[in-house]
């Protein structure tokens, strides 16, 4: 019998937006002006006071709603003595002579925050000097807002498609209904967002689609409190076939050059085509390795991310906006020259077991003698041997599937399990996500306990992933729930990495003094720890670029803000991204200091170095490209270099049958 115990901690989720920042420098001025003679400031610089009674500095703010505002100065005071400021929003002193104490010197910047009740629309925040010392110097404000309005819209109601063609239709669905009013609808096709709405449409037409191609849709709708609803039902529909029937001339002859262990520099002669080629696909058989686009598409590219030491087959074929796809070109064969690293490679790879469907958490025994491993969509937890036999051992209850990403996800075996018998699931349950402990006896599942929920669930970006990091803490993913301001809200849980102890409670030292250990993540599905202790990240971007992080505590990593790399003050960039066609990765491994993170929709398992002891990593390389399909977890084996690589080709994207999905080792040498 499974005993359900009352062990649960709750966040509730608040109804707050990303942070916007005004510059001190583009704010009105009396009194002062704005200069840069100073190091480590935000945009183009900040602002220096007179040393007078009465000099201003006044910030025009917009909120989206009415609520409490949190207000972030920062500043610098470099002399010995504090220089007080009242501060007021829209007339009102709500914080008299503050104190912004000194800051060693006018290099070294803080951040004084405070709250006050803001206006829907326009506020002026004005900080005022009062004393003859004038302001500190005056960075900028972060402004966020947090609505009293916490009641989310209803569900928008059953989609369809109208006035379908090649490349576009007219989505219609049912109006929402909110206690304040609909601000807009969010289109998603599956987890990507496709297209927006305003809140009083019911109708949108989407352009700038693929032929003869299904997108399966869902909308939210939200207020402009940020409270987000529901998903909708969903609709499939499917573009028409194009009237374009005729395909593209096959490319011109193919040569290489430059070719490197990890690159090789293709060239081939243009195609021509009745309307205009669009792209040129590099393939190896069916496998596409990269997509050249333009207008017109290059003739050239250098091809990266060969794994070494390897023989390669490739051809071009040209494509037009049809999907029309030209006859092949010729091909070119080579091998790539040996290896030159210490961190090995992959030489081989043997079936460990098959019959899964849709296995997705896998973690070693301390012992190393078996490991535990999840199914998504039937909640099972099975027992497996290094030689491949499985034995189911339970379920875990209370999950439920999204029809989409949720259900059953990361597994973690506690470090102490000889003596607490403890092992941990992330799953979607009827609320929400949760992160749960049950007994493991060696041979059956007992005991569930509920140790964290209020983590927002939805169709897509659920996370799910679980590690115990060396501090002996439990660390957990979690998805921004196709909400992404939740990810750069810290009192949510969503779009985070949280960092718990075994019974529930955020870790001591935690950066804010709650469950979050860093933000600003969209899906991130893949963590690990180097041999330095450092938690490394793999994280989903939207349409344009995936994640390879380090993480650090109380780190901004972006989203929705930045996907991929940017230069916005305050947010950390990854250390390697890639288009979302070559990766959409999910489980990440260490062995021998080089990061392995396996791919969807990239199809293949990318070795990615570290630098010795640094933060950085050297270049990626890609093994199994499209042979073996979706890859979602990765995991080394405990003792020897090797890993555990399984696939979810039976999920919504892969289409197998159940029982479809392997688990493969690959040796490392």
Same mark, same amino acid.
């Given at each position: ?240 076939? %194009? ?274 250990? %860093? ?47 940017? %230069? ?102």
């Amino acid at each position: 019998m499974l005993l359900c115990t009352a062990l649960v901690q709750a966040v509730p989720q608040s109804a707050s937006a990303a942070a916007t920042r005004y510059e001190a420098e583009s704010a009105t001025i009396v009194k002062g002006a704005a200069e840069s003679n100073h190091s480590g400031y935000s945009g183009t610089g900040f602002v220096n006071g007179d040393n007078v009674t009465g000099s201003y500095v006044e910030f025009t703010v917009t909120a989206a709603s009415a609520g409490t505002g949190q207000i972030a100065i920062r500043y610098s005071n470099g002399t010995a003595a504090t220089r007080p400021a009242d501060v007021a929003v829209g007339g009102t002193v709500v914080s008299a002579a503050r104190a912004f104490k000194a800051t060693t010197d006018w290099n070294t910047w803080a951040t004084s925050t405070l709250t006050a009740p803001v206006e829907a629309g326009s506020n002026k925040i004005r900080l005022t000097s009062t004393t003859a010392d004038g302001l500190p110097n005056l960075d900028y404000i972060d402004f966020t807002v947090t609505s009293s309005n916490t009641e989310a819209p209803t569900a928008p109601g059953q989609p369809s498609c109208t006035a379908i063609t090649e490349n576009s239709l007219t989505l219609n669905w049912g109006a929402a209904t909110d206690n304040v009013g609909v601000a807009a609808y969010d289109i998603y096709e599956h987890g990507n967002k496709l297209a927006e709405a305003a809140g009083t449409a019911t109708t949108k037409n989407l352009t700038g689609l693929t032929p003869d191609t299904t997108y399966n849709i869902t909308l939210f709708a939200r207020d402009a409190a940020g409270n987000v609803s529901s998903v909708s039902p969903i609709v499939d529909c499917t573009t028409l076939r %194009s009237s374009d029937t005729t395909a593209p001339s096959a490319p011109g002859t193919l040569s290489t050059s430059g070719l490197t262990a990890n690159s090789v520099v293709l060239n081939w002669g243009a195609s021509t085509d009745d309307k205009a080629v669009t792209a040129y696909e590099v393939r190896s058989g069916s496998t596409v390795y990269k997509i050249v686009t333009g207008t017109p598409p290059a003739t050239t590219t250098t091809l990266t991310g060969l794994a070494c030491a390897s023989p390669y087959t490739l051809g071009v074929a040209a494509k037009d906006a049809a999907g029309n796809a030209s006859p092949p070109g010729n091909t070119v064969t080579f091998t790539t020259p040996p290896c030159a690293t210490d961190g090995g490679v992959p030489s081989g790879i043997t079936t460990v077991s098959t019959g899964w469907s849709i296995p997705w958490g896998t973690d070693w025994m301390p012992d190393g003698k078996t490991a535990l491993a999840t199914e998504r969509d039937s909640f099972k937890v099975f027992e497996v041997t290094p030689g491949g036999t499985r034995t189911q051992v339970g379920t875990v209850p209370g999950a439920v599937t999204t029809d989409g990403e949720g259900g059953l996800l990361g597994v973690a075996v506690d470090p102490k399990w000889s003596t607490n018998h403890y092992v941990y699931f992330m799953h979607t349950a009827s609320e929400g996500n949760r992160v749960a402990r049950m007994t493991y006896d060696g041979s059956s599942l007992g005991g569930y306990t509920v140790l964290l929920q209020g983590i927002k669930k939805s169709r897509y970006h659920n996370g799910g992933r679980l590690a115990f990091g060396p501090d002996g803490y439990l660390y957990a993913s979690t998805g921004e729930a196709q909400t992404p301001d939740l990810a750069q809200d810290k009192n949510s849980l969503n779009g985070k990495i949280l960092r718990m102890t075994t019974d529930g409670r955020p870790a001591p030292g935690n950066p804010f003094g709650n469950y979050v250990y %860093s933000y600003g993540h969209r899906n991130p599905q893949g963590l690990a720890f180097d041999r330095n202790g450092r938690l490394w990240e793999a994280e989903f971007g939207d349409s344009k670029k995936d994640e390879l992080n380090l993480i650090e505590p109380g780190k901004n990593y972006g989203w929705p803000v930045c996907e991929g790399s940017c %230069s916005t003050a305050g947010m950390t960039n990854p250390k390697k991204t890639w288009t979302v066609s070559e990766a959409s990765p999910s489980g990440i491994a260490i062995v021998r200091n080089v990061i392995y993170m396996a791919t969807l929709r990239g199809e293949r398992l990318w070795r990615v170095p570290i630098s010795g002891d640094t933060g950085n990593v050297g270049t990626p390389t890609a093994y199994y490209v499209g042979t073996y399909g979706r890859l979602r977890t990765v995991t080394k084996v405990p003792g020897q270099d090797q890993l555990w690589l399984s696939t979810t080709n039976c999920d919504n994207k892969g289409n197998q049958p159940d029982g479809a999905d392997k688990l493969f080792r690959v040796s490392i040498t």
